[in-house]
């Protein structure tokens, strides 16, 4: 059982070290001020998987960010590619209460 233990625990170790440049580039564009407008909602959801998370799919836009036990809902921008700003300020604070900010 010690085995187990041991490999659940560098699992999610690896999980943590998916972050490439490119997820630090996001990390950094989402807790930059002013807020931006520029950040794609498609490179949230890179940055939530390279955080070892997972990004479900809703009914229409609807999708769910999780990291752990932690889930935010948000909407997939349409017609642009672009997280709103309040999208950001959201994902920003979720992120900070999961102790993932730069």
Not at 4 to 11: P, S, V, Y
Not at 12 to 28: P, V
């Amino acid at each position: 059982m010690g085995d187990l233990n041991q490999k659940e625990t560098q699992d999610e170790h690896h999980r943590e070290t998916w972050m490439n440049a490119k997820h630090r580039k996001t990390l950094e564009a989402i807790f930059a001020r002013p807020t931006s407008g520029s950040v794609k909602f498609s490179e949230i959801e890179a940055l939530v998987l390279g955080l070892g998370g997972e990004v479900r799919e809703g009914s229409g836009s609807r999708v769910a960010l999780q990291l752990g036990a932690a889930v935010k809902h948000a909407h997939r921008p349409h017609p642009g590619k672009e997280a709103k700003k309040y999208q950001v300020e959201e994902i920003r604070a979720w992120l900070t209460d999961q102790g993932k900010a730069p």
